[in-house]
């Protein structure tokens, strides 16, 4: 299916991951230019891209960005049980093998790409840059889930417990804790959208899906000081559902050179879409802001390194007329 919203088109589209399942996947592109660089949308948990995510992706595509999501497996439109995430190891490989494949296009040949990831996705965003280290040109993190907020966890002696329980029961939706949809968004329309959206998961946490974003988030916070590529961090200074202060901490000890860092004071944990609109026009004028920086910085690199390519082709010219002659 295509449609034209304004000036950007967007499509959508099945396609089959290595296990037979059919995911979910659409693009929003701008229609009167070239692509300034592709952006890779990693969306958060029990969310999908095509009606949450749509008005970050129209902001990005109107601002001159190709913009791509894709469910999950268990979620959205993607096949597999509804709010169901058996292996963050096979999200993260669906995610890098459409990811890649898009990138490796002819026509995207050459553009920068970058990842956004939020708050479960932007866990996705860094394990797909541990995956592939040196190929992702920058990442844009929104309250990234490198460590789930205190006030979000169950009991420790709970945890033990349903931990335990995974091995028989891995569905079953067990795991106690305050409903997500109420202390993300701040904005009551916004709650209201998420609820009647039929593509977004309602109830409580699968015991496996519970266990994999404690597992994974644990081991992000420990391997921090490995993130190398450029990124943003963004967060709001009252976010109950990840932790502010392991975005600070991966700002100070991440191993990248070109790193920043926001905190928005009195912003919640919904910083694209669950804010009141004068707040997400101050994180998308930051987000934009950075992406913009990176594409010129990187264009300029291109033609001095081409520069430099040529000049080397044209010197080897010269010396080789000069043996000839």
């Not at 050459?110 to 996705?124: I, N, P």
């Amino acid at each position: 299916m295509a449609r034209e919203i304004e000036d950007v088109r967007y499509d959508e589209d099945f396609i089959l991951n290595s296990r037979g399942l059919k995911l979910f996947a659409c693009k929003w592109v701008p229609l009167k230019r070239e692509p300034k660089a592709l952006i890779f949308i990693c969306h958060g948990y029990a969310m999908e891209c095509s009606i949450t995510m749509e008005s970050t992706a129209l902001r990005l595509a109107r601002a001159g960005f190709a913009v791509y999501g894709m469910d999950y497996e268990g979620h959205g439109k993607s096949a597999g049980l509804a709010g169901y995430v058996s292996s963050f190891d096979a999200v993260v490989d669906d995610c890098s093998e459409h990811y890649t494949n898009i990138c490796e296009k002819e026509e995207n040949k050459g553009k920068m790409r970058f990842l956004l990831g939020e708050s479960m996705g932007g866990g996705v965003a860094l394990l797909l840059h541990r995956k592939k280290p040196d190929f992702w040109d920058g990442a844009v993190l929104v309250a990234p889930m490198c460590r789930i907020a205190d006030e979000m966890k169950p009991h420790p002696l709970v945890i033990s417990v349903l931990t335990k329980l995974c091995n028989y029961i891995p569905t079953w939706k067990l795991i106690p804790g305050q409903d997500i949809v109420d202390v993300a968004f701040k904005d009551p329309e916004v709650r209201e959208k998420i609820r009647s959206n039929p593509y977004c998961y309602k109830g409580r946490l699968r015991l496996k899906t519970g266990n994999e974003i404690l597992r994974v988030s644990n081991d992000l916070e420990k391997r921090l000081n490995e993130v190398s590529l450029p990124f943003m961090v963004l967060h709001g200074e009252d976010d109950k559902v990840t932790d502010k202060n392991v975005s600070q901490q991966l700002y100070n000890v991440a191993s990248s050179t070109d790193k920043t860092f926001k905190l928005y004071p009195g912003m919640w944990h919904g910083l694209l879409y669950g804010e009141p609109l004068n707040n997400i026009n101050i994180v998308f004028s930051d987000i934009i802001g950075w992406l913009e920086n990176r594409v010129s910085f990187g264009n300029l690199r291109l033609e001095r390194e081409l520069k430099l390519h040529n000049d080397d082709l044209n010197l080897k010219l010269m010396e080789k007329e000069e043996i000839i002659s």
